[in-house]
């Protein structure tokens, strides 16, 4: 079975871009969260979906960033216009609602730098 | 506030034991999770506790003490591989996690 799926698994942009993150979460699986990872803040939560439906948005920086999922296999992150500050790791993860609530499978991350 | 302490990086030697501890503080708690993350990779699923005691999967064990607010991970028979970071998180009321900010695990032959 195929796991989470991410891409670009590289992004290099220039500070003003709009750049556009990739999801498909593991088939079957309710929730679809996106994390940011940095080395000076760790991992943070962006925004996480239920069935679709968007729950929690209060990790998401600012109204540069935004999220849809306009299905069950996809979702994008969207970053308009981009910052150096952006500058992290994206990761997009799943979980199945018959797992542990804290049983997250991760994709391989996007790795955004922002010039 | 929410807080999850444990250490920034540990060093030990191939074939012997190294414990992680990790102390929490959440608003509610639904459960302690470990993962594990190599280098540019993503974090991995290893174990979790909801009640009190200790969790055994193989080389790696977990243990919970909810009054104390407290966990360890135990990793035996080191090997070269299991140098990585370990990432420790609480399930908190909401069923969030609230994540440490990682241990550098570092084997050395």
């Known amino acids: 079975d195929a796991g989470v799926i991410q891409s670009p698994r590289h992004e290099v942009t220039e500070m003003g871009q709009e750049v556009t993150l990739r999801c498909k979460p593991i088939s079957g699986h309710d929730y679809l969260f996106w994390y940011r990872q940095t080395m000076m803040r760790g991992l943070e939560l962006l925004i996480y979906f239920n069935n679709n439906v968007p729950i929690d948005d209060s990790g998401m920086p600012e109204d540069r960033f935004s999220a849809k999922m306009p299905n069950a296999s996809f979702s994008t992150l969207k970053i308009q216009p981009s910052e150096p500050r952006d500058s992290a790791v994206y990761f997009c993860a799943s979980r199945s609602d018959r797992a542990a609530p804290g049983e997250l499978f991760f994709g391989e991350g996007s790795r955004l730098t922002v010039l | 506030g929410q807080n999850i302490d444990q250490p920034t990086e540990m060093t030990a030697t191939e074939g012997a034991i190294v414990q992680i501890n990790c102390t929490y503080q959440?608003?509610?708690?639904?459960?302690l999770f470990w993962y594990q993350q190599h280098a540019g990779e993503a974090p991995t699923f290893l174990s979790y506790?909801?009640l009190d005691g200790l969790e055994e999967k193989g080389r790696f064990s977990s243990f919970l003490s909810r009054s104390k607010g407290y966990s360890y991970l135990l990793l035996k028979e080191l090997q070269m591989k299991d140098s990585a970071s370990y990432l420790c998180a609480a399930l908190d009321s909401n069923y969030q996690l609230i994540w440490g900010a990682g241990t550098k695990l570092i084997i050395k032959p």
């Open positions: 506790n909801v």
């Open positions: 959440t608003s509610g708690f639904n459960g």
